[in-house]
């Protein structure tokens, strides 16, 4: 400690307190300076930048938009569990499954928490109606090294954890900074989102006042106009051109007067630019979209090889992270031993060609057959078609590295008494029960 500390401190009595910011991230205040933009930066004012709006928008309808499905793991494989809580289709009468995780998706997206409220309970004390809180009601507070959680100003709430399995509270967040509360994308980037508020309301100022150019009315140094005098021209002025449906009509000035345009052209002030690169800051360092998802055509060979090389990486390195995280946290409310995981195939499915050739290689490798193919297009089984074909020229070696003797050729293959091949001549697969 210094010698001002300690004077300041000690003989003048005066306090002096180092901010933590740690412990402002776990009390949801803020920790940063004011908007410099001069406008107010908030969850409900972001969701009107369209870029905000149509990324939250894709990750979270991604999101809800994947079957979940409930799965116990027996050995290294993971079987359907036949008994699938209520909640995974149906999480409280008024939603569906859609609509609670898109929710939950937008509450992570916007403020950086989810907060799962659980009402009700099975026979065996397993969570069977969940609810979605507004993470804007609920503050977090840890008395005597417990986590509770005040709702709507006086409601304590219990943590739902693996050491409170009895808990109100399913709290999921996003990166915390090591404090109780996750910390809010919108409220990281208020600084990036102010100038974008900022200038689409220049944007809009300017052409809803319909004049391609502002600048001065010059008065001929003979006239000698009063402070009335002259806002009644500039009122004259404003009706005559101002706003959209009056745009670009002729000036007719009188008395020797003139008009001299000083306005800089949007173009020089680089406002379609500066929006542009706004649009492409949130989308793709805030949120992890590809620019071509929000608009931004001219940005597609920026990724990869092209478009479909960029959306897989969206999925890769965005989606993946909120994948986990969603699943994780709902498998806490299964039994022991089951977890709950979200198909992801359908998402990251290959063009036509490439997911015929898979296809066509996992069923002449016998690691599908015809029903597993017909399923996946929605075709009924068909007769027969639960048999899989591994081809004959494949062997399995013995222990010491040698292939072991002839292998019996099926009955459906013995020669028939006329020489052929009992109808399967020229075949080199063989169908195995």
Not at 105 to 128: H, Q, Y
Not at 285 to 293: I, L
Not at 299 to 308: A, D, L, R, V
Request: proline letters at 6%; hydrophobic letters at 40%; glycine letters at 10%.
């Amino acid at each position: 400690m210094s010698f001002a500390d300690w004077w300041f401190g000690k003989v003048l009595g005066v306090e002096r307190h180092a901010i933590d910011k740690m412990k402002l991230w776990g009390t949801g205040q803020d920790i940063g300076d004011p908007v410099f933009a001069g406008v107010d930066v908030s969850q409900s004012s972001a969701l009107r930048l369209s870029v905000v709006y149509r990324c939250i928008g894709i990750i979270s309808e991604t999101l809800a938009g994947l079957p979940a499905d409930i799965v116990r793991k027996v050995g290294e494989v993971r079987e359907s569990v036949e008994r699938q809580p209520a909640w995974v289709s149906q999480p409280n009468p008024e939603t569906n499954w859609y609509e609670y995780a898109e929710r939950v998706g937008e509450s992570l997206l916007m403020d950086g928490n989810a907060f799962i409220l659980i009402t009700s309970r099975d026979a065996l004390g397993f969570p069977r109606e969940l609810w979605t809180l507004n993470p804007q009601d609920v503050v977090v507070e840890k008395k005597r090294g417990v986590i509770q959680f005040v709702w709507g100003g006086d409601t304590v709430l219990s943590r739902f954890g693996p050491d409170n399995a009895a808990g109100d509270v399913l709290h999921i967040k996003l990166r915390s900074g090591g404090g109780l509360r996750g910390l809010s994308p919108i409220g990281l980037a208020r600084q990036a989102l102010g100038l974008s508020m900022v200038t689409e309301k220049f944007g809009a100022e300017f052409f809803g006042r319909g004049q391609q150019m502002s600048g001065v009315i010059e008065m001929p140094a003979e006239v000698k106009s009063s402070k009335e005098h002259i806002e009644l021209i500039r009122a004259s002025w404003e009706q005559a051109h101002s706003g959209s449906d009056r745009a670009h009509r002729p000036a007719v000035i009188t008395g020797g007067a003139k008009w001299q345009g000083i306005t800089i052209p949007p173009e020089d002030a680089q406002f379609l630019e500066t929006r542009k690169f706004q649009v492409e800051d949130i989308a793709t360092r805030f949120y992890g979209v590809p620019a071509h998802m929000v608009g931004l055509e001219e940005k597609n060979t920026s990724w990869g090889s092209g478009i479909e090389a960029m959306t897989r990486g969206f999925f890769q390195t965005t989606m993946l992270p909120h994948f986990i995280r969603f699943e994780t946290a709902h498998s806490g409310l299964l039994p022991r031993g089951q977890f709950l995981r979200l198909n992801q195939r359908a998402l990251l499915r290959a063009d036509s060609k490439t997911e015929s050739d898979i296809l066509l290689a996992n069923l002449l490798n016998g690691v599908l057959n015809f029903d597993d193919v017909r399923a996946k297009y929605d075709i009924e089984p068909r007769p027969g078609g639960n048999r899989y074909m591994v081809p004959l020229n494949m062997q399995i070696l013995e222990a010491n590295g040698k292939p072991p003797g002839p292998a019996p050729v099926p009955e459906q293959l013995q020669p028939s008494p006329n020489g052929s091949s009992n109808g399967q001549g020229g075949t080199d697969e063989a169908v195995v029960d």
